[in-house]
């Protein structure tokens, strides 16, 4: 009598554990239509990071921290996010206090 009410519910635990195998080992998912793109994640320290998306064309630098996602500059796609102009050498000597 036991075994009768047991068995029903044991295979259906058993068919719940086996689909959601299948489902983590062949990675089945929801379909996504891609129309937010990661391009690239750097890492700034332990706790910081910047994350270059892709939105309708857009490209979008993102600040990641501890106070959560900061907006920090974007341009079209086909260009680059911004290009800092280098630091003279001499420059850069001034602002550590060394000698140019």
Same mark, same amino acid.
């Given at each position: 009598?036991? =075994?009768?009410?047991?068995?029903?519910?044991? =295979?259906?635990? $058993?068919?719940?554990?086996?689909?959601?195998? &299948? &489902?983590?080992?062949? +990675? *089945?998912?929801?379909?996504?239509?891609?129309?937010?793109?990661? =391009?690239?994640?750097?890492?700034?320290? #332990?706790?910081?990071?910047?994350?270059? *998306?892709? =939105?309708?064309?857009?490209? $979008?630098?993102? +600040? !990641?921290?501890?106070?959560?996602?900061?907006?920090?500059?974007?341009?079209? !796609?086909?260009?680059?996010?911004?290009?800092?102009?280098?630091?003279?050498?001499?420059?850069?000597? #001034?602002?550590?206090? +060394?000698?140019?």
């Amino acid at each position: 009598m036991l =075994v009768e009410a047991v068995l029903p519910i044991f =295979v259906v635990f $058993v068919l719940l554990g086996g689909s959601l195998y &299948l &489902l983590r080992r062949y +990675g *089945i998912t929801a379909a996504h239509k891609g129309e937010i793109q990661v =391009v690239d994640r750097v890492s700034v320290d #332990a706790k910081n990071s910047l994350i270059l *998306i892709e =939105v309708d064309g857009r490209r $979008v630098l993102l +600040g !990641s921290g501890s106070g959560g996602l900061t907006n920090l500059d974007h341009s079209p !796609s086909t260009g680059i996010v911004r290009q800092v102009p280098a630091i003279p050498q001499q420059a850069a000597a #001034a602002t550590r206090g +060394g000698p140019p």
